[in-house]
C-alpha cells in the first residue's frame, strides 16, 4: 500500500492542499518498505488526487480537506484519513500498528482557489496558517 502523507518539515500539514511537500510511505506485510518525499506539484482544484493517483497512492493522511478533494479522492477509489496531526514518523508508526485514527477536518476552508474569490488564510486551531505557494 502507498500512503501520502501533507507534510511540512516533520509533521503533518493541516491543509492538504497547500503542504510544502507529501511523504510517500510503502507499506507491506506492516512494515515500511520505501520512503520518499516529492514536491507539492502545485494547488490547483482537482490536481493534486489526480496527480497522487498517478503516483499509485491509495490513502491519504492529512490534517484537513476540502470537500471536492474529498468527493475526486473516492471516485478515484482512493482513501483519505482526515483530522490527523503530529510528527509524520508518529503518524506512520500509528498506521502500522493500526492505531491511526482520523476525525473532523483541521481546515475551515475558507480559502484558496475554487470558492469563488482568491484568499490567503485558513483558520486552523493552531492559528492562521499563510499560504503564498
Keep these: 500500500m502507498r500512503i501520502a502523507i ?3 518539515g ?3 500539514f493541516p491543509h492538504f492542499g497547500r503542504c510544502p511537500v507529501f511523504t510517500i510511505v510503502d507499506v507491506d506485510g506492516g512494515s ?6 516529492i ?3 502545485g494547488h490547483q482544484p482537482g490536481f493534486i ?5 498517478e503516483q499509485g497512492v491509495h490513502l491519504v493522511v492529512t490534517g484537513g ?3 471536492r478533494a474529498q468527493d475526486i479522492f473516492r471516485e478515484l477509489g482512493m482513501q483519505t484519513i482526515l483530522g490527523v496531526s503530529g510528527p ?4 506512520i508508526e500509528r498506521f502500522l500498528a493500526g492505531t491511526l485514527a482520523g476525525g473532523a477536518s483541521l481546515c475551515d476552508h475558507g480559502s484558496g482557489k475554487g470558492h469563488g474569490i482568491e484568499k490567503t488564510v485558513c ?7 499563510h499560504h503564498d505557494r
Design 123 to 129: 483558520d486552523h486551531p493552531h492559528g492562521d496558517h
Design 39 to 41: 514536491p507539492n506539484p
Design 65 to 67: 480537506m476540502g470537500g
Design 10 to 12: 516533520n509533521d503533518v
Design 49 to 53: 488526487p489526480r496527480f497522487l493517483g
Design 6 to 8: 501533507s507534510t511540512e
Design 32 to 37: 515500511v518498505v520505501g520512503r520518499r518525499v
Design 88 to 91: 509524520v514518523d508518529a503518524v
